[in-house]
């Protein structure tokens, strides 16, 4: 197995964060394939992305914002099925520790939050990063139907769905019905990314926070290596930014970063930013 440089410590009970592959695609429907691949895929990027090598030193990178000065961090490896992801993400939520899941399609997202929510006995504020807002109710147990089969783990009206773009009609009708807003790139455009920072601080205030990013929420001219990419999406910098300011407030209990599609990437690109995105969510993390 590939291990993430960013790793500093030889166990969970060690770390304030912990990182976990899940490298499964069984519930995807993308023509596309090979998301199973991505966790590892990711932690290479990491690896050759984020440190140097100059006179036999290897020196790591700093974050834009945030610091990895006094944090545990811990890659836990890949798990091969749904029932440890659940057991370890429930353990780790339980005892306050950040899990970061790389995926792997998009449907890990419901086995977190159903163990997430169970450890904090409590509904979740959702901040869901999609081109597509994965609400499909016609059709369950799937990557795109992530919302209706959480609904009971969620509280939608302290939750948002950003950088959608790519909407069935049911799903608008269903975002609709359960009161869950929507920001899509236009929104973002228009209204400025500071002021988009400000609303998500706003709608997740005093609840546990969840964070789930597919990479399809940025632009493909930033990630071309996804499963489902669709024009016209957040720029990288715009999502690093609101992810920086939405972690630091201490309110996230979990992230993941899914739909990395490597046999479709050009030079590394989607992997380099997904690589970007996982250390500048550790580095915003607020250890306690």
């Known amino acids: ?132 807002p994965d609400f499909v109710s016609s059709a369950r147990n799937y990557y795109g139907s992530v919302l209706t089969d959480s609904s009971e783990y969620l509280d939608f009206r302290k939750s948002m769905l950003i950088g959608t773009r790519s909407a069935e009609p049911e799903e608008l009708v269903n975002a609709e019905r ?30 546990k926070t969840y964070i789930s990013i597919d990479l399809d929420c940025l632009d493909p001219a930033f990630a071309p290596g996804v499963s489902v990419p669709s024009p016209g999406g957040l720029s990288s910098m715009d999502l690093i930014f609101l992810l920086s300011k939405t972690v630091s407030s201490g309110n996230v209990v979990g992230i993941d970063i899914v739909e990395l599609s490597p046999d479709f990437d050009v030079g590394g690109m989607t992997a380099s930013i997904a690589a970007r995105i996982l250390s500048e969510c550790i580095a915003s993390f607020p250890v306690k």
């Open 1 to 132: 197995m590939v291990r993430l440089g960013r790793s500093n410590v030889d166990s969970i009970e060690k770390a304030d964060v912990v990182i976990l592959g899940v490298p499964d695609e069984s519930k995807s429907h993308a023509k596309r394939k090979g998301t199973s691949r991505a966790p590892d895929v990711l932690r290479i990027a990491s690896n050759e992305s984020e440190f140097f090598e100059r006179g036999g030193k290897i020196i790591p990178t700093c974050p834009m914002r945030g610091t990895f000065e006094n944090k545990h961090i811990f890659d836990a490896g890949n798990v091969d099925n749904q029932k440890d992801l659940s057991r370890i993400v429930h353990e780790l939520v339980s005892g306050s520790t950040l899990s970061i899941l790389i995926g792997g399609d998009h449907s890990l997202t419901t086995e977190a939050l159903k163990a997430a929510s169970t450890a904090t006995k409590s509904r979740l504020s959702l901040l869901y990063f999609d081109a597509h």
């Open 178 to 207: 359960e009161g869950l807003q929507i920001v899509n790139p236009l929104d973002i455009v228009e209204l400025g990314v500071g002021k988009v920072a400000s609303m998500i601080a706003e709608k997740t205030k005093g609840s």
